[in-house]
């Protein structure tokens, strides 16, 4: 029996890695200054610079998930309309292209013995045999943490969004399975991850570290809240999980904790039908207490 962890952006926030309201000016240095027709007399812009322009004037902060959500609706317009040059899509390649650049120096540049201290010691935390760790987020943090470690962590980490080394991402918006080429290669992972939130006999502890349970994203809404219906059914009736049938001790008795500093984001997750453990700590903070 064991753990599933269950990683947000606050997780590879320990280590320098922007979070969702810091992502879109982590990035923006890194994009080309393209002169756009309405720009005459003003300074090039970036392709985000244009777009918050355009979708949200006067906002001095927007998150890196509104700003895709966005992008991803806009970007089936000008096929609508008929027109040669999609912009949206081009954007969207862009910011593609530079959020790899960003995470692969971020990950690149760590002082393990300082600010990745905290993901090794969780590292080592982690039963390989047992465990698993669903991430949201695209950087590969544990498995360069794995790496430095010489763990064999095998398939026991899932990037429920993609990976930087993979070529599809998925954006964390509503419709991010709407479309085959989204569909297609991230299917499988999630249903891997429904079979081992599942898995309740096995299960002693779900823990989110540093995940708000957005609720623009109902995909992983629903995979959660899926699996917890499945599970509590099991109090009312007996339970089976691939033909075998769940011990009655077993039925939705593991713990569910939510570990984020921001307290705002607790009732992100009332639709559990058991009352979390919200702990507002950092990953940090909840590594130096007992578990």
């Known amino acids: 029996m064991g753990t599933i962890y269950v990683l947000g952006a606050g997780f590879s926030k320990t280590c320098g890695i922007a979070t969702d309201m810091e992502m879109l000016d982590s990035l923006n240095p890194l994009l080309p200054r393209t002169p756009q027709p309405e720009d005459i007399g003003r300074e090039p812009r970036t392709t985000i610079e244009h777009f918050r322009e355009q979708n949200f004037l006067d906002q001095p902060k927007v998150s890196f998930e509104l700003f895709m959500s966005t992008l991803s609706s806009l970007k089936f317009l000008p096929d609508s309309l008929g027109s040669a040059t999609n912009v949206f899509r081009e954007g969207e390649k862009e910011i593609r292209s530079a959020l790899r650049t960003y995470l692969k120096s971020c990950v690149r540049e760590i002082h393990w013995d300082i600010e990745g201290k905290t993901i090794l010691d969780f590292m080592r935390r982690v039963d390989w045999k047992h465990d698993f760790i669903l991430t949201f987020n695209y950087d590969l943090l544990l498995e360069a943490a794995a790496e430095r470690l010489a763990l064999t962590v095998g398939d026991r980490v899932i990037h429920l969004h993609g990976a930087i080394g993979e070529g599809t991402l998925a954006w964390p918006t509503y419709t991010k399975f709407a479309y085959r080429t989204t569909k297609v290669p991230m299917a499988p992972r999630w249903k891997k991850a429904f079979g081992i939130l599942r898995n309740q006999a096995e299960i002693v502890r779900l823990v989110f570290i540093g995940y708000s349970m957005p609720p623009s994203d109902l995909e992983a809404k629903s995979l959660f809240n899926y699996a917890d219906w499945y599970n509590t059914d099991s ?7 691939e033909g075998k049938r769940v011990p009655a001790d077993r039925c939705y008795s593991y713990k569910i904790v939510v570990v984020n500093p ?13 009352t979390p453990m919200f702990l507002p700590l950092t990953l940090e903070e909840w590594m130096k207490k007992p578990h």
């Open 262 to 274: 921001c307290e705002t984001i607790a009732h992100n997750y009332s639709f559990f039908r058991k």
């Open 235 to 241: 109090m009312r009736m007996p339970a089976f999980h």
